[in-house]
Structures are given as structure tokens and as C-alpha cells.
């Protein structure tokens, strides 16, 4: 069975560097044809996508998110990483990492999702 799990710390002070992690276990990373995704909920708000990287390890960023998002895989631990640099109490959310299907753009299957907020 798939499963996403991510982890991270959950608590970091404006200006510094947001870094979470994404576990899969039940499959490889590099299957083709599937993107692994970031996407965030500030509260009281709707899903935010913030990027993907892909089965061949190319990377997408939000044009919103861009200047300041770096998603990386780690393929000898099956993991995706999440920075996210200078930081603001705008950027507290829940941050979720899911799989998407290539051929459908179907946001399959989804991690618990970590709380992170930003504050000193």
C-alpha cells in the first residue's frame, strides 16, 4: 500500500528557511509517468499548489511561489524535500505532498500533511 508521509519542523521564525521532507513508501519515485506535488492550506483558506517534480526529476514552481521554492528528490531514500526561503506568518499553512497522475493530472494519493507555522 502507498503511502506519503511528511515531516518537518513545525514551528519557524520569519526570514529563515522552510524545510520539510515527503517519505513514499510503497512505490518508487522515479515510476514514470507520475509528478510528486507540493501544495499548502493557509487557514481558513483553499488549497495553494506550490510545485512538483517529476519521475525524470524535472521541477515546476508556482509563479507565485517561484523565487523562493526548491523542490528536490533524494531517489536512494524514495523522498521529496520542500524549501521555502524567507519565510512570513503568510506562508503558516498546512503543507501536504500528494501524487499526481501523469496522463489525467489526478491528484491520487495524499500524505497526512504537516502544520507549520511561522512566528517568533
Known amino acids: 500500500q502507498m503511502q506519503l508521509q511528511e515531516s518537518g519542523p513545525g514551528l519557524v521564525k520569519p526570514s529563515q528557511t522552510l524545510s520539510l521532507t515527503c517519505t513514499v513508501s510503497?512505490?518508487?519515485?522515479?515510476?514514470?509517468?507520475?509528478?510528486w506535488s507540493w501544495i499548502r492550506q493557509p487557514p481558513g483558506k483553499g488549497l495553494e499548489w506550490i510545485g512538483y517534480?517529476?519521475?525524470?526529476?524535472?521541477?515546476y514552481y508556482s509563479p507565485i511561489l517561484k523565487s523562493r521554492t526548491s523542490i528536490d528528490r533524494d531517489t536512494s531514500k524514495n523522498r521529496l524535500t520542500l524549501q521555502l526561503t524567507s519565510v512570513t506568518p503568510e506562508d503558516t499553512a498546512v503543507y501536504y505532498c500528494?501524487?499526481?497522475?501523469?496522463?489525467?493530472?489526478?491528484?491520487?494519493?495524499w500524505g497526512q500533511g504537516t502544520q507549520v507555522t511561522v512566528s517568533s
Open positions: 510503497g512505490d518508487s519515485i522515479t515510476t514514470a509517468y507520475y509528478y
Open positions: 517534480i517529476g519521475y525524470s526529476g524535472s521541477s
Open positions: 500528494a501524487r499526481v497522475v501523469g496522463r489525467s493530472g489526478e491528484y491520487d494519493i
